[in-house]
């Protein structure tokens, strides 16, 4: 639903002079940059799993495809 010119305006002078599209942005993009933090800091953990024998080849490619997956999921509800 689109916005009207008033309530354009109030968000633009509510937020310091930022339109809604900057604010949808920045909200994305810190939600991007926690997904890839939590999907590196996942790979790691399985990895180190993975290197004290505790985990198989195989649930470091699951959760390295369960990731990327989600990952790819929020790269196409952002845009």
């Given at each position: 639903?689109?916005?009207?010119?008033?309530?354009n305006n109030a968000f633009s002078a509510a937020t310091g002079g930022h339109?809604?599209?900057?604010?949808?942005t920045l909200f994305a993009s810190i939600l991007l940059v926690l997904l890839l933090i939590w999907a590196a800091w996942l790979i790691g953990r399985t990895l180190?799993?993975?290197?004290?024998?505790?985990a198989k080849d195989m649930d470091l490619?699951?959760?390295?495809?369960?990731?990327?997956a989600l990952i790819a999921?929020?790269?196409w509800l952002v845009n």
């Open positions: 639903m689109a916005m009207s010119s008033a309530q339109p809604p599209s900057d604010v949808s180190s799993s993975l290197y004290r024998g505790n490619i699951w959760v390295g495809l369960r990731a990327s999921i929020a790269l």
